[in-house]
């Protein structure tokens, strides 16, 4: 008989995908971004969905923050997401909260039903794909027995989170200081975001010709932004 065990789990090593290799100076700046809902998947749910509904939703929230996303062209880029089908995965970025089986070696040991998101960035004029990056969410609250309503809400979240992380990382030229948003005031949050921020050593880089001590030299830091208070991570020599 299997003992059941509850679990509360975080995950920070990032969104799983690539940047695709791209000439930094070639690159054209972001003027104008058409966003696309593919209708994959769509049906999986159990309800009829709109995908221009859901596309246009998505694209209102992205807008928030500061990202150039236009219903009318002509465009720069296409921002285009595709579901995948539900699937018993690992636990996705962020806290979870699941039980099953307690044995380390079983196969669906800190599994979840997690809904894949790919999004991917393309130039608009040539479809280079810039960068593509899949973002896994819980599907919990997708469930048959929620509401309509709230299975759409959810998916614009889980959608809007994947592709606002590719806008970040995407291999452009960033206005200084714009994922800050004490900067501006988007009403819409991601479902969780991770941020890395480089914190410069304490002496400065430079200012002695003797080796920094181990205190003084460069960490990094993590933030887990959840809906919700930020969960942060600094690792250095204290490996905390």
Known sequence: MKNCFYVLAFAVAGFAGSALAADQEAVKPLQAIAFELA????RQFGIALDA????ERVRNNLAEWQFPLSANGPFSHRLQARLGKVARRETPVGFSFSSGNSDPRAVDFQKAD?????????DAENQAVLIERESTFSAH?????????????KLVDQIGTACLDVLEHAPLPKQPGRVRTELFKPKWMPDVRVEVREIPAA???GSSAQPAAIGDEPKKEVIIHNQ????????GHERK
């Open 39 to 42: 209708d994959d998947n769509l």
């Open 114 to 122: 997690v809904l894949p998101v790919t999004c991917s960035l393309r």
């Open 52 to 55: 221009a509904n859901l596309a």
């Open 141 to 153: 609250a997708l469930d048959k027995d929620v509401l309509p309503a709230r299975i759409v809400d």
């Open 228 to 235: 919700g208070n930020p969960v942060i991570f600094q690792f």
């Open 203 to 205: 002496g400065g880089a």
